[in-house]
């Protein structure tokens, strides 16, 4: 593994700030091309009572980003959906290292848990 520095601690927050995230387990059913886009993927996420579009800026940093399909992961629902590369957006992917500019890897849970359960 290459050298890596941690970046500094953020400023302390409330936890109100952090109970304000609704952070959920979804599976990704489907991984699909956005044709109008060089990074980002469009995910369908299953949340056990409903399905949503995530986008997630994926293209480039895996060889087959359709190698995440079926896996469960963790997403951030309660953003406001945005319109990007003609696709709107209804979550985030919660994912590790985009920050740090190391190669991202998914947040996943330690075992399968039922789509829609919530962290924190």
Partial sequence: MSEFTPAPINPIVG????????????????????????????????FGDHSRTILAGIKKERENPREIEGRQALFVLNLEPR?????????????????DGVNRVLSVPERPVPNGTRAG
Avoid at 15 to 25: S, T, W
Avoid at 84 to 95: H, I, N, Q, T
């Fill in 15 to 46: 936890v109100a700030a952090l109970d304000a995230l609704d952070i959920r387990v979804g599976t990704i059913e489907r991984v699909e091309e956005i044709p109008r886009s060089d990074k980002l993927m469009k995910l369908t996420v299953n």
């Fill in 83 to 99: 319109k990007m590369a003609g696709e709107v957006f209804e979550g985030m992917l919660f994912d590790i290292g985009y920050a």
